[in-house]
């Protein structure tokens, strides 16, 4: 609730269940990166908000209705995963980028420093791998001024 606050989003009451006070929460999307290295009692706990029937979840002394709420996880061991949570889920592989993808994204992050074939030589240094491809222009930058 306090981050949700911070963004001026409050869930609405939405009566009791029992004694535990019931909690609508707005629309949003909650991703959660490298899912499968939640404890597997945590992976359990998307369970009840992934029913399409159900989405609620007990938090703390309240119950969260969360039917507006996408969630998005992302993994790179799928076979880590919870199998009941991992049945409520629908899975899109993402391919890699090539080459070219990522020698234009280092072009716009760089803005051009330098000719085309050295963010081609970039890219491929760094596996195509955006992240790896930004810090080592950034490396180099530092390593020059160093000396």
Known sequence: ????????????????E??????????????????????????ESFLTMLEADDKRVMLNDEVALVDNVSFMFATTR???????????MNEIDLRSYSDTEVAQMV?????????????????????????KAFQLPAFTFTFISWR
Not at 19 to 40: G, M
């Open 107 to 131: 072009d716009g992050r760089f803005c051009g420093k330098w000719e085309n074939s050295v963010s081609v030589d970039i890219a491929n240094y760094s596996g195509c791998v955006p992240r």
């Open 18 to 43: 029992g004694v535990s006070p019931i909690y609508k929460y707005p629309a949003l999307v909650v991703f959660i990166d490298e899912v499968h290295l939640l404890p597997k009692k945590v992976q």
């Open 1 to 16: 609730k306090e981050k949700l606050s911070q963004e001026n989003l409050m869930p609405d009451e939405a009566g009791y």
């Open 78 to 88: 799928p076979t880590k995963l919870d199998g009941p949570l991992k049945s409520r």
